[in-house]
C-alpha cells in the first residue's frame, strides 16, 4: 500500500533511492566487466588464429606467444571471479533492498493504521466536544447579554445625572488671521493674544475690556470645557457614548454652534472630509465628529451580529430660510425638485416630505455621501473666514428594521414619523413617500406606514452656519441676505431654548425653518449635545459672549426623560 506523508515514510523513500542508486552503479559495473571480458575473449581468440599461424610459420616464437596465452588465461579467470562475485554482492544488495523496502512498507501500513484508529477516536469524541463547546458559548452568550444590559443601566444612569442636554464649550485657538485683526484691535486697547480661557475643564473665562474702562471678567459654567490644545480624539470622546445610545434606540443630535471662523465645521467634519475618505479603522488625527461617528458606528453594529439595522442616510441645507435636499440631484443645489417642506405628521412629528435617503453599509460609503453633499453646500469667502458656510447642515442618519406589514384597519393609525420609502431600482435611493391628507388638524399631512421597515432611531449631526456681523464680515448684496437669514434662525433658535427654559406654553417654533425642522429635537425626546465653538481674540468677544451665552441659556432646558424605540 503506497502511502505518502508523515516522518517514516520520507526517511524509507530517501532510503529506498539510494538503494536503488547503489544498485544502479553496480549493474553498470557488471555491463562494463562483461565488456570487458568480450573483448578478452576476442582478443583470446586472435590471439589463438596468431598463435596458430605463428606456429605453423615460425616456431621459434612458440615459447613466447605460450606464456603470452598463459597470462591472458589467468587474467581471464580472475575476471570470472570479478564476475561471480559481483553477481553475488549484487544479489546480496538487491536481497537487503527487498528487506528494507518490507520493512518500510509494514512501518508505513501500522503508521496508516494507528492514525485510522486515532480518527475514529476523535470522530466518537467530537459530538460530546462539540456539545460542551455549544453549552459554553451559550454560557458565555448569556454572561454577555447580562453585561450588556448592566452597561445599558448604567450609561442610562449616567446620562440621567448628566442631563440629555449637554451643553460643551471648544475654544479654537489663535489663528494668523487673528494675529492680523489683533494689531487693529491693540491701538485701542490695552489687551494682547486671547481673552478667552478655560480655567478648568467645566469653566470658561471671557475678559472683557473696553477703553477707559476696568477689567471684567466673566466666567460661565458647562459640561465640558476644551481648551486650545484638545485634539479631536479628544472631543469625540465625549461624543461617542451617544452612538451607544443611538443603537440603543435613543433618538441622538449632535449639534455645533458659534459665530462665523471659530470652528464649527472643523470639529464635525475636520478640514479633508470632502476628500477621498480614510479607512474606517485608520482615521486621520484631525479628522471631525462626522467621518469618527461614521466609523465608530459600523464597527459597533459589526460587534453584535444579532442586530443588523439597515443604516440610511439624507443630508439637507437650510439656505435662506428654504430647505435643499443635498442628495436628490448630483449636478446642482437649486436644481428643480430639490427644495422641500416640514410638515406634520398626524401624531405631532415633524417629517420632511419627499426627503431622499441614501442606504450605506460601510463607514466609506457613508463619508462619499457626506462629501458629495458638502460640495453642494453654499460658501461664500467673507472678511473673517475664506470658506464661510452660508447654509445649516443637518445630517440625519436613520436606523430601520425589517418588519412584516402591519394589520390593516379603519381606525389604525401610522405610529412613526415620516421615513424612507422604498429604494428606486435605477438610483439606488429611498425617498420619503407622499404625505396623504389628516383627517384632523390643519390639513398638514400624515405619512403611511413603511411596509419595508421599522424606524428603530435616529441621528442627526448638524453644523450649524455662524452667526456674523455684516460690519466686521463686509458682506454685501446677496451675501448680505444669507447673513441676515443666518442670524434670524440662529436667534429663532434662541428664542425657542429661551422659552423651554422658562416653561412657556407657546415655543415659537414655526418663526424659522431651522426651529421647524428640529423640533423634535429641541422639545421632543432627544439626547441632544451642543459644541458651542467660540474665538479667542478680542476683535470677536462680542461674538463670543452672545454663543456663551445662548451655551448657559441651552443648560436651563429641562425636558422628560427621552425614551428609547426597542427593535421590533
Request: aromatic share 4%; with cysteine; glycine share 8%.
Amino acid at each position: 500500500m503506497p502511502v505518502r506523508g508523515g516522518r517514516w515514510g520520507s526517511f524509507w523513500e530517501l532510503r529506498a533511492r539510494q538503494l536503488q542508486r547503489q544498485l544502479q552503479a553496480k549493474e553498470e559495473r557488471i555491463v562494463e566487466l562483461e565488456t570487458e571480458n568480450a573483448l578478452l575473449h576476442l582478443k583470446l581468440a586472435e590471439s589463438r588464429e596468431v598463435t596458430g599461424r605463428g606456429c605453423r610459420e615460425e616456431m621459434p616464437r612458440r615459447g613466447h606467444s605460450s606464456s603470452a596465452l598463459t597470462r591472458l588465461c589467468r587474467a581471464a579467470q580472475k575476471l570470472k571471479r570479478e564476475m561471480e562475485v559481483l553477481r553475488s554482492s549484487s544479489r546480496g544488495l538487491l536481497q537487503s533492498y527487498r528487506e528494507e523496502h518490507r520493512d518500510c512498507l509494514s512501518e508505513i501500513v501500522r503508521a496508516v493504521q494507528t492514525a485510522q484508529l486515532h480518527h475514529e477516536a476523535l470522530l466518537a469524541a467530537w459530538p460530546a466536544e462539540a456539545g460542551r463547546l455549544e453549552r459554553s458559548l451559550r454560557d458565555v452568550t448569556e454572561c454577555w447579554r447580562q453585561e450588556q444590559r448592566e452597561r445599558r443601566r448604567l450609561q442610562e444612569a449616567l446620562a440621567e445625572l448628566k442631563g440629555d442636554i449637554r451643553v460643551l464649550c471648544r475654544i479654537r485657538p489663535l489663528l494668523p488671521f487673528d494675529d492680523k485683526a489683533q494689531e487693529l484691535v491693540s491701538r485701542n486697547s490695552s489687551v494682547s493674544g486671547g481673552v478667552v480661557h478655560a480655567v478648568d475643564d467645566e469653566t470658561v473665562l471671557v475678559e472683557c475690556t473696553r477703553p477707559g474702562h476696568p477689567l471684567i471678567n466673566k466666567t460661565y459654567t458647562f459640561e465640558r470645557v476644551y481648551g486650545p490644545a484638545a485634539s479631536q480624539r479628544v472631543v469625540f470622546e465625549d461624543v461617542c457614548p451617544l452612538l451607544t445610545s443611538f443603537l440603543d434606540g435613543y433618538n441622538v443630535c449632535i449639534m455645533a454652534y458659534g459665530q462665523t471662523g471659530s470652528g464649527k465645521s472643523f470639529t464635525m467634519l475636520g478640514p479633508h472630509c470632502q476628500e477621498e475618505p480614510a479607512p474606517p479603522s485608520e482615521p486621520r488625527g484631525d479628522a471631525g465628529i462626522i467621518p469618527r461617528a461614521a466609523g465608530e458606528l459600523f464597527r459597533l453594529i459589526s460587534e453584535d451580529a444579532s442586530r443588523s439595522p439597515e443604516v440610511d442616510i439624507s443630508i439637507v441645507e437650510v439656505y435662506n430660510n428654504d430647505i435643499f435636499d443635498l442628495l436628490a440631484n448630483d449636478s446642482c443645489r437649486v436644481a428643480s425638485g430639490m427644495k422641500r417642506q416640514v410638515l406634520t405628521t398626524q401624531q405631532g412629528k415633524k417629517a420632511v416630505c419627499g426627503l431622499t435617503y441614501q442606504s450605506v453599509r460601510s463607514a466609506a460609503e457613508f463619508l462619499t455621501l457626506v462629501g458629495r453633499g458638502l460640495q453642494l453646500r453654499a460658501k461664500q469667502p467673507t472678511a473673517v473666514h475664506a470658506e464661510s458656510s452660508r447654509s445649516h447642515l443637518v445630517i440625519t442618519v436613520t436606523l430601520a428594521t425589517a418588519t412584516s406589514p402591519p394589520p390593516q384597519s379603519d381606525q389604525s393609525a401610522s405610529t412613526e414619523p415620516c421615513r424612507p420609502g422604498p429604494r428606486s431600482p435605477a438610483t439606488g435611493k429611498r425617498q420619503s413617500p407622499p404625505v396623504p391628507p389628516r383627517t384632523r388638524g390643519h390639513g398638514l399631512g400624515q405619512v403611511a406606514p413603511d411596509p419595508l421597515g421599522q424606524v428603530h432611531a435616529t441621528l442627526q449631526l448638524v453644523d450649524l452656519a455662524g452667526s456674523e456681523c455684516a460690519g466686521v464680515s463686509g458682506v454685501t448684496g446677496p451675501a448680505l441676505r444669507e447673513t441676515s437669514c443666518i442670524n434670524r434662525s440662529l436667534a429663532a433658535l434662541s428664542d425657542v431654548l429661551g422659552a423651554l427654559a422658562e416653561g412657556r406654553s407657546h415655543i415659537p417654533y414655526r418663526n424659522s425653518r431651522l426651529t421647524h425642522l428640529l423640533q423634535d429635537v429641541l422639545g421632543g425626546d432627544a439626547k441632544l449635545q451642543v459644541i458651542v465653538c467660540v474665538s479667542p481674540g478680542q476683535r470677536h468677544v462680542a461674538e463670543t459672549l452672545q454663543s456663551l451665552r445662548f451655551g448657559a441659556r441651552a443648560r436651563q432646558v429641562e425636558r422628560g426623560r427621552p425614551a428609547p424605540r426597542k427593535l421590533r
